[in-house]
């Protein structure tokens, strides 16, 4: 009896292994998402407004455009202070970012602030 105990806590402990691995792997990538943040300073060329903010379309110095999300949301969860901005305003953003597949960069504002 102490034998099949012993057994089904063995066998019980081999099939919780995959699970503990699978969820240090997602911790892993999480971590790397956070440190991929970029910075982009230029001026506001396009809003698209939208539920909780807007899209501004930021063209920096070297005439690259960059799609950024400006949201109540992602700011108050990350300190930061929505405001606003309109077109032609020059703004410096700052938040985790991804590309398409035509290489569009797009923000997701962590801090935003006006440039004068």
């Known amino acids: 009896m102490k034998a099949s105990?012993?057994?089904?806590?063995?066998?019980?402990?081999?099939a919780s292994a995959p699970?503990?691995?699978?969820?240090?792997k997602a911790a892993e990538t999480s971590q790397t998402s956070e440190q991929q943040e970029m910075e982009v300073t230029g001026e506001i060329v396009k809003i698209e407004n939208g539920k909780d903010g807007y899209m501004a379309t930021v063209k920096d110095s070297d005439n690259k455009n960059y799609v950024v999300t400006i949201s109540i949301v992602n700011l108050q969860?990350?300190?930061?202070?929505?405001?606003?901005?309109?077109?032609?305003?020059?703004i410096w953003a700052k938040g985790t970012f991804w590309k398409d597949d035509s290489g569009q960069i797009y923000i997701t504002a962590k801090d935003i602030k006006s440039v004068k």
């Open 19 to 24: 699970a503990c691995s699978n969820q240090k």
């Open 77 to 90: 969860k990350s300190g930061g202070t929505y405001k606003q901005f309109q077109t032609g305003e020059h």
């Open 5 to 14: 105990f012993l057994s089904i806590g063995f066998l019980f402990l081999i």
